[in-house]
């Protein structure tokens, strides 16, 4: 049995790591953090033209027509150069109009969400971190009213995908009308969101929606989640390593103290098997639906916590410069947090994962 990504998979992922090293080095993703609106035109225009956007679309609607894992590779680089950008959002969106829409919805919307034509978001979380298509509660037909919490980047969306009661979706198109937009002040800068509120706005259902198709998109989204998560966990350890190699103490390289060798090394040791739990979430999502959801659920929790103790790790081997704003090492740390709280928190994933396999139940 092959355990290992295809030549094609690789040579993708490492084209998404070029041009992201040429056109979103660090410093660039600080000025973007603290800019205006944590956007910038040109890495999106890259991503866009390199194809990313339909990797997992439909072929007869201008994608790829390729799995969820080749998707997540791409994630996975995103994440471990802190990319700023409407990336998740967007192919989450273009997969629920994908499963949810109509034939004619989707041949209205796909081909210029594959193309970054159109740029698309998800307005899923309702008051009380209700990120669960159970427990959205936002209904309507042709005009929605009501109000969706973290929405990224919804001020610069032309299409938002909405998350309604019982797993329905609706579309909202920007030329129709423009819903209020309350920038939210999140931690993590290079992935802003908005409050959202809906007055009598247009809208669009999508047609084949319910709760098992949203149960569906939910579980895209915590596989990229998990992905990103990996690749920034990976960034993290590999700048602790690099650091500890460079800096001196008492005429020696700082690696060389016990103490911070096994910080580092358990880090590492938590982080690198950690590759194959995402990687088998997004195979089980395409080719084992028994245990999707599951696998998809525990892929979040897991993979969003060591992220977020990875970047830990690396604050702390990086002594008092860890700490400084100017710093790498805060950018990281804030994505992990936001992953770790996006799409509901890992704590309720883990959860979710134990009730799925049974577990609750044997113990009762």
Not at 202 to 221: F, K, M
Request: proline share 3%; net charge negative.
């Amino acid at each position: 049995m092959h355990f290992s990504l295809s030549e094609q998979q690789i040579e993708m992922q490492d084209a998404v790591r070029r041009f992201l090293a040429a056109e979103a080095p660090i410093r660039r993703v600080h000025a973007v953090f603290d800019g205006d609106d944590g956007y910038d035109a040109t890495i999106w225009r890259g991503l866009s033209e390199l194809g990313v956007l339909g990797i997992a679309l439909p072929i007869e609607h201008d994608g790829m027509g390729l799995e969820l894992l080749d998707l997540a590779l791409v994630s996975e680089a995103v994440g471990e150069a802190a990319a700023p950008g409407p990336f998740l959002n967007h192919v989450i969106a273009a997969l629920a109009i994908a499963w949810a829409g109509d034939d004619a919805q989707r041949a209205k919307w796909l081909p210029r969400l594959a193309s970054g034509e159109l740029t698309a978001t998800i307005a899923f979380a309702e008051a009380g971190a209700a990120w669960q298509p159970h427990e959205w509660t936002l209904s309507g037909t042709d005009t929605l009213n009501g109000q969706k919490h973290f929405v990224p980047y919804a001020s610069k969306a032309e299409l938002v995908v909405v998350g309604l009661q019982n797993g329905g979706f609706a579309v909202v198109e920007r030329a129709d009308a423009l819903p209020e937009c309350k920038p939210i002040n999140g931690v993590d800068r290079t992935r802003r969101t908005d409050t959202v509120t809906f007055r009598n706005t247009p809208a669009t259902l999508l047609s084949n929606s319910s709760l098992q198709v949203a149960g569906r998109v939910r579980d895209a989204a915590l596989v990229l989640l998990a992905a990103d998560s990996f690749g920034g966990a990976s960034r993290s350890v590999q700048m602790a390593v690099d650091y500890a190699n460079t800096r001196e103490q008492f005429g020696v390289k700082i690696g060389l103290f016990q103490g911070l060798k096994y910080q580092i090394v358990n880090t590492a040791v938590e982080v690198e098997p950690a590759r194959g739990l995402y990687w088998y979430a997004a195979h089980a999502f395409t080719h084992m639906p028994s245990e999707s959801e599951r696998m998809a659920a525990l892929a979040k929790s897991h993979l969003t916590s060591v992220y977020l103790q990875a970047t830990r790790t690396m604050v702390e081997s990086h002594g008092g410069i860890g700490f400084t704003w100017e710093f790498d090492a805060h950018i990281y740390l804030k994505r992990a947090m936001f992953n770790y709280a996006f799409m509901g928190a890992a704590e309720v994933h883990q959860q979710r994962a134990i009730e799925l396999a049974g577990w609750a139940h044997a113990a009762t």
